[in-house]
């Protein structure tokens, strides 16, 4: 991951028309398919988000508590290309502090979803500003005050491609001062390890790998494209592996 990650991960894909990354609910039917530019416009849209509306750059810190979703990736690749730092944390902390290096500065941001800001057993930080980030289609019908809706609040800014010039391999891209050269280094090794190409086509299944590394960097650092299933049925698994021209299963 380079310093231009969100500019560099989704602006050569092996081809231009079809799905970088593809979400799919098996529960409600709901499927967004979008292409390297469709994902790269998200990413800029939520970089002018953090860095216009909420006034961040280099040194904030945001933390993003999200499940694997088409809007995480825009999240996540519009954090990464304004040079944040991002904490990550995929499970609940049933009310635990949460223990890592720099883990007693507070955030600039905190994106959440509904059923997380909600949920007693999570530990969500204090942050000047909060977004729900909503799961399924369209925007949230009730929003808590303090905070707002990522949804609507991020088609207010434009697809201007962030200025990278900034930032560097050896700044934290992450809250435990992991840089963005040690993630691009890990995300390669990690796509070696799945032995990802240019052009697979992986399968995740939503509830088991919820780590950005596994379903968001490696397979865009190895040129493959993902499908994201929410609420996958195993018995339905070799049903989607074949409909959605599937090469490799995490």
């Not at 991951?1 to 991960?9: D, F, G, I, N, Y």
């Not at 904030?60 to 499940?67: E, H, I, M, Y």
Request: charged share 20%; with cysteine.
């Amino acid at each position: 991951m380079q310093p231009t990650v969100a500019a560099e991960l989704v602006a050569q894909p092996a081809d231009a028309e079809q799905p970088l990354l593809s979400y799919r609910d098996e529960a409600t039917g709901e499927r967004v398919d979008l292409t390297a530019q469709q994902i790269g416009a998200w990413a800029a849209r939520s970089a002018s988000l953090l860095r216009d509306g909420c006034g961040l750059g280099p040194g904030s810190r945001v933390a993003v508590l999200l499940p694997p979703h088409w809007r995480t990736a825009a999240v996540l690749l519009g954090a990464w290309a304004s040079g944040l730092a991002v904490s990550f944390r995929p499970r609940a902390t049933a009310g635990l502090p949460v223990l890592e290096p720099g883990g007693d500065r507070p955030f600039d941001a905190v994106l959440v979803t509904p059923q997380r800001q909600d949920d007693w057993l999570e530990d969500v930080p204090e942050a000047p500003h909060r977004y729900l980030v909503g799961t399924g289609p369209g925007q949230l019908a009730d929003v808590p005050l303090g905070w707002l809706d990522w949804s609507a609040e991020v088609l207010r800014h434009g697809e201007a491609t962030p200025d990278h010039t900034a930032i560097h391999p050896s700044d934290p891209a992450t809250a435990d001062g992991t840089t963005y050269g040690q993630w691009g280094a890990i995300a390669q090794e990690y796509a070696k390890m799945l032995d990802l190409r240019a052009g697979d086509r992986l399968l995740v299944d939503a509830a088991e790998h919820e780590e950005p590394l596994k379903w968001l960097l490696a397979p865009l650092s190895a040129g493959a494209s993902v499908v994201i299933s929410a609420n996958l049925d195993p018995a339905r698994r070799d049903a989607i592996v074949a409909a959605e021209r599937v090469t490799r299963v995490l």
